[in-house]
């Protein structure tokens, strides 16, 4: 073998017994296979039990994931306190955005077309069109997140802490 070659591998070995893992946030389904991940840096909205037996939401970025509790925004948040985490659907998401473009778009071209051709500004059937994408843009921002309640029966949410696991190099 080369010294080349000998270098190289030497740097991956290197490389490689230097790798940490980090820990995970688990919402998973028992019994299932369906189960979403959040790592550090993640954006996330919870529902919290504070100690007045309020339920608090917070959402924000993971700053950091430990072996009992999380923090986000400076708030330091034990796993066993969160009673449901909340999950954009990105189609819903994406068709509140559409409509609400489609109502901006509305407004820009029609109405000042309707000034130059000395039409009503809003005439009947653009009020029907607008008062439908303002409904339906309202109606998709109502269903856009989904909540999972954790309850260890139909979702549980646990932390995988890799940090446990030491590399054989």
């Known amino acids: 073998m080369s010294i ?4 190289i591998i030497l740097i991956l070995i290197i490389c490689i017994s230097s790798l940490q893992a980090q820990n995970i946030l688990l919402l998973e389904k028992p019994g299932k ?6 790592k550090k840096g993640d954006e996330i909205h919870l529902s919290i039990l504070t ?14 994931i430990n072996s009992n509790n999380l923090l986000i925004n ?8 969160i009673k449901c985490v909340y ?3 990105f189609f ?5 955005r559409a409509c609400y473009n489609a ?8 109405i000042p077309n309707n000034i130059i051709n000395n039409d009503k500004i809003i005439n009947k ?3 029907i069109i607008i008062s439908s994408l303002i409904s339906s843009t309202a109606m998709f921002g109502l269903i856009k997140e989904k909540k999972y309640i954790t309850d260890n029966k139909k979702w549980r949410i646990k932390i995988l802490d890799f940090k446990d696991y030491k590399s054989n190099f």
């Open 103 to 110: 109502i901006l778009g509305y407004f820009i071209f029609i």
């Open 92 to 96: 819903v998401s994406f068709m509140e």
């Open 125 to 127: 059937n653009d009020a």
């Open 4 to 7: 080349q070659k000998t270098y």
């Open 74 to 81: 400076n708030n330091k948040i034990s796993v066993k306190d």
């Open 87 to 89: 999950r954009e659907r």
């Open 51 to 64: 100690n007045y037996n309020i339920l608090e939401n917070i959402s924000g970025k993971i700053k950091k």
């Open 33 to 38: 296979i369906k189960n979403y991940k959040y």
